[in-house]
Every structure is written in structure tokens, then in C-alpha cells.
Nanobody, 116 residues
Framework: QVQLVESGGGLVRTGGSLRLSCAAS????????MGWYRQAPGKQRELVASITSGGSTNYADFVKGRFTISRDNAKNTVYLQMNSLRPEDTAVYYC??????????WGQGTQVTVSS
């Protein structure tokens, strides 16, 4: 069982920045991918960004050019640098670690609130 602990969320004004971290209790080196998702009140959880073991990244259109995902295998941590934040980015952000289609783990989430 792998545990994921997110941190770095908070309250920020429009245009501000936050850096989310997701620390895994186990090695992420062999993980197929790690990703950040978000869920706003009354909405479904959606993919924000992901990064594979090879370093390939994928971003949702609504964050392209503003958010950057990265991983540090030595620290078993994945990051999400969020710049130019908007009120519509307000949500609970979740980290997901995927080893295979049947082996994945979620973090507990961290709240991001962007005030206008």
C-alpha cells in the first residue's frame, strides 16, 4: 500500500502562484505515471496534468502555458507549479500514482482557492 500526501494548497489572489507537492511513501521510479486531478464543487474530477516514467507530460487545455508538472524520483515526489491562477482554478487538487490499470493510488487532496 502506497500513501500519497499532498501539500502546498491555500488561498491566493487571481494571477498568483502556488506549488503543489505530492510525496509518496514508496518509490515512484517504477510508476507508469503520476498525475494531478482536480474537483470543484458540483463537478466531476478532471485531469489537470500527468507525467510518465519517461518524463512525457500531458496537460489539460485549460492549464497549458500556466501549469507545469515535474517529478523527482529521488524524493518520490511529484510537483505541480501553478502560475497565473484564476478563480476557475479553485478546486480540491488530488495526486494519483499509477503503476498499472489495476494498481493506482490517490492522495487525500489539497484545497486551492483563488480569489478574484
Amino acid at each position: 500500500q502506497v500513501q500519497l500526501v499532498e501539500s502546498g494548497g491555500g488561498l491566493v489572489r487571481t494571477g498568483g502562484s502556488l506549488r503543489l507537492s505530492c510525496a509518496a511513501s514508496g518509490s515512484i521510479r517504477s510508476a507508469y505515471a503520476m498525475g494531478w486531478y482536480r474537483q470543484a464543487p458540483g463537478k466531476q474530477r478532471e485531469l489537470v496534468a500527468s507525467i510518465t516514467s519517461g518524463g512525457s507530460t500531458n496537460y489539460a487545455d485549460f492549464v497549458k502555458g500556466r501549469f507545469t508538472i515535474s517529478r523527482d524520483n529521488a524524493k518520490n515526489t511529484v510537483y505541480l507549479q501553478m502560475n497565473s491562477l484564476r478563480p476557475e482554478d479553485t478546486a480540491v487538487y488530488y495526486c494519483k500514482l499509477t503503476y498499472s490499470i489495476n494498481a493506482y493510488y490517490w492522495g487525500q487532496g489539497t484545497q486551492v482557492t483563488v480569489s478574484s
